[in-house]
């Protein structure tokens, strides 16, 4: 089956810079993908990786090494509005449907 | 477009009772799922569809029915509920599969109490 490790909470101060790691483990792989989800509402995508390497996308960045199982979101200049939980994910082994690790939370002080 | 409807955002129910969490998209995506969310569990996978007529369980399906006879709704049905049940629920659905970083699209959750 698919498994997905990732710290239960970071916190941080406006203006940092910090990274959530993941690692996983899958009976075949695809890529991986991160959400975000604001005070329980509805989870949004914000990235997926399929090779190994950085993909930058304005302030996130998210990282994948197919070799060690491991991946990150890296979230640069933080804001207040950053404060949320972050999950990863991997897709099932047939592809068909999307596993997510227990995510972790993100708190940004002032 | 409205993008995936959930109803009813609460609900709460006695043990025993049955009840039926809608789900529908106007987005003409193939995949749907159900998930659901406890306080530092995550998002579980309930049960999943690829398409109308196919259907698949993930990886807490038990006490629970779905059935997929349109390609927009995918009803998530509670046979007899149990408080182990109380949890928030999540729709998703997604145009392309998610080995290929098809992107989910989720409603915003479905709220129930069972007592």
């Known amino acids: 089956g698919q498994s997905l490790e990732q710290p239960s909470e970071v916190t941080a101060v406006e203006g940092a810079i910090v990274q959530i790691n993941c690692t996983y483990q899958?009976?075949?792989?695809?890529?991986l993908s991160w959400y975000q989800q604001h005070d329980g509402g509805a989870p949004t995508f914000l990235s997926y990786n399929a090779l190994d390497g950085l993909e930058e996308t304005g302030r996130f960045s998210s990282f994948l090494s197919r070799s060690d199982s491991y991946g990150y979101l890296l979230l640069q200049e933080l804001q207040m509005k950053d404060s949320a939980s972050y999950f990863c994910a991997v897709s099932d082994q047939a592809g068909t449907a999307l596993i997510f690790g227990k995510g972790t939370t993100l708190s940004v002080s002032s | 477009n409205a993008g995936v409807t959930q109803t009813p955002k609460f609900q709460v129910l006695k043990t025993g009772q049955s009840m039926t969490l809608q789900c529908a998209q106007d987005m003409n995506h193939e995949y749907m799922s159900w998930y659901r969310q406890d306080p530092g569990m995550g998002l579980r996978l309930i049960h999943y569809?690829?398409?109308?007529?196919?259907?698949d369980q993930g990886e807490v399906p038990n006490g629970y029915n779905v059935s997929r006879s349109t390609t927009e709704d995918f009803p998530l049905r509670l046979l007899s509920a149990a408080p182990s049940q109380t949890s928030v629920y999540f729709c998703?659905?997604?145009?392309?599969?998610?080995?290929?970083?098809?992107?989910?699209?989720f409603g915003e959750g479905s709220r129930l109490t069972v007592l």
């Open positions: 998703a659905s997604s145009y392309s599969e998610p080995s290929v970083g098809g992107e989910l699209f």
């Open positions: 899958t009976s075949g792989f695809y890529g």
């Open positions: 569809s690829v398409g109308a007529g196919i259907t």
